[in-house]
């Protein structure tokens, strides 16, 4: 499927940054009003070095921190106001899946699809889910604590996918992943894509982040210093793009810059 | 929402390690601990029987109500089973006679010292020292180790409230120890019904309170973990506060609380007031002896100038009156002393119960205390156990003397075993021995009757500790829900 260019201002976003800010009560500024949106079918993928933002900005997305200033927006709901109704529209995949260990992949699946309000599974349902993401058949009764990381990853991958839910967040999910898992990962996350998800992403793998996004952030210091379009990364060098920006060489133009 | 977190806590924890070894455990001891604590108390009943049996015997070879004597048996109660108390410590019987003190004598203890070595553990142990323990293994992670496998942050993306998560958490970690300790108490008590040992109803109201309060019990500790592992980020750091926790209130709390108690409120030791009535009873006899003295040097100065006749029949004259007078301040002299002795033990008495009631309170501050309190005034093993006891005995002195008085009355059998010195007017002796002496008819004599508690008493001794566990146990849990309501699940 052809994916459409981004971003397209006529759709109403899914997820939506509003000058999202957190200072943490020992001042420090973590976050400094951050705006972004990803649409459905899009993929926003924020880069930036350890401590740059990334994580903070997904914690305020699942209202695990509540903003000091600006808010997070799920399909139009601000996440700290109303938290369970913003939760029923994401799911989540965090940087290191682990799951319960003593839980076969199924019963993992399981329970996470049933508490994401998905009581509608039969276990054909999960190990189609579970071969989507690339686990063999033999994993699905197999017990978590015998699978690798990146079994655990794609086991996470697919709990994610069974929620159905309109928005994903994905923080750092790629990391550890060896290329030929990384490679199927990209390929999931682009036909969830185009189902029809919005999709946000933090990394700090400029690779990665240039093979799947439909538009990427490069965070530093806790401010999205600058934004590029797939189109507009086209004609640029992502590469030289981020470290000018880690390194404060970073200029405007070309697109929107800090906001 | 609330059924599916509390199946994902029992299947988690059923499906883990901890659960089978935890169960296994639990379920050798509780059983080891009946079986012994069943023999325990067959031994004590036997024991019980052979001494009843033994006095009864005796009383029915006199032949003679003058002079009974007899000995008071305690006979054991099946609670003791469930907590064995002071059960062990006090003695087995008292002496029954006119003169003698009531004391009960002869503890299991004293008579085996080797028992003292190795205390009887029962159920009571069971639940205030192991499975407490075991309730805190079971819950010291509930919460942070969820954050640190990640599975906290997972669940919490879902619209999942956090009031349902935490108690969704404290409900399976309940239903997962208490609901399997079922098993091996129902094995329990099919052991007791099945090795003969005799439950009457009140008995089955009894250790229907005793497995709640046990409940309640490791319900608190259930709580606790809880709340201790919604405070702290780590697992590692949670099981240290929460093992020094059990530790303060399961050994040390306790025993801090008597030794307070002791400083706070001091009462001398029985020793201590020995000596004291020993000191004023030597200075009185010695003031009696000076007087003695003092009289007997008047009486010699006022036969001064008189002949040997006149004086001897001056002493003749005045010989009953001075004994008389002798007589009577000897005994002022040793109602003094006795009643010195009883304005001492009472103060002792006074003394060492506010002692007590101070301990008690200030051991209550720990939930193993007030657990260990209100298990033993359900099996009615307290140490109250010794007052009741002494006081039925000593009622029952009362009866026994008042009927064998009777009964010598009515018998005409006042003098010892039928023998008999009559003194004549003409000063001749003429000594009586009686031929044929029947027995006495030894199975009118009125029996003890143990002190029974009606469970309106137990239940008013055990009020107050069951009340604080209650208490305890919900701040406990409001706890828990008020600090995961802010926990960083990051």
Known sequence: ?259 | MFAILIQKELKHILLGPKFISTFLICTVLILLSTFIGVQDYKAAQSSYDAGTGLTNQRLSEKTSWSHMSSTVYRRPDPMRIFSIGISNDLGRFSPLSEGEAIRLDHSVYSDNPIYAVFRFLDLGFIFQVVLSLFAILFTFNAINGEREMGTLKLTLSNDVPRAQYVLAKFAGSWLSLIVPLFIPLLISMLMIIAMGVPLAAVHWVKIGSFMGLSILYLTFFIATGIMVSGMTRNSSGSFLILLIFWVSSVLIVPRVGMMLAAKIQPAPSIAEVDAQIDEYSKDRWNEYIADIEEGFAVRQAATEGMTDEEAQAYRDDNEWDWMEQGEKERLAMQTDIQNYRERLMENLNGQKHKQEVLAMGLSRLSPASAYMHAAMQISGTHSDMKDRYESAIREYRTQFMNYTEEMKKKTGMDNINGFSIAISSDGTAEMSIPKDQKPIDASSIPQFIDPEQDFSDVFNRSTIDIALLLIFTAAVLIAAYATFMRYDVR
């Open chain 1, 1 to 259: 499927m052809e994916h459409n260019s981004f971003p397209n201002t006529d759709i109403q976003p899914i997820l939506e940054a509003e000058n999202l800010s957190m200072r943490y009560e020992d001042g420090n500024l973590a976050l400094d009003h951050v705006n972004f949106k990803v649409g459905p079918g899009e993929i926003f993928v924020l880069l930036g070095a350890n401590g740059a933002g990334k994580t903070t900005t997904i914690n305020l997305f699942l209202n695990f921190i509540e903003p000091t200033d600006g808010q997070a927006l799920i399909d139009g709901i601000p996440t700290h106001k109303d938290p369970l109704a913003a939760k029923r529209k994401v799911a989540y995949v965090s940087e290191n899946v682990m799951l319960y260990p003593h839980f076969t992949a199924i019963q993992n699946a399981d329970y996470f699809a049933r508490i994401g309000g998905q009581n509608h599974y039969t276990e054909n349902d999960y190990r189609d889910v579970l071969r989507r993401v690339g686990l063999e058949d033999e994993a699905h009764h197999r017990k978590l604590k015998t699978f690798s990381k990146g079994m655990r990853q794609k086991c996470g991958i697919a709990i994610a996918i069974l929620k159905n839910a309109p928005a994903i967040l994905l923080d750092e999910p790629t990391s550890g992943l060896d290329p030929k898992a990384g490679h199927e990962f990209i390929n999931l996350l682009h036909s969830l894509r185009d189902e029809g998800k919005a999709i946000l992403m933090s990394t700090h793998d400029i690779f990665r982040a240039k093979t799947i996004a439909d538009e990427v952030g490069i965070m530093n210091k806790g401010i999205l210093v600058m934004k590029r379009t797939r189109e507009e990364l086209a004609n640029e060098n992502l590469e030289k793009l981020y470290i000018d920006y880690m390194t404060g060489n970073g200029t405007l133009g070309g697109g929107e810059d800090h906001d």
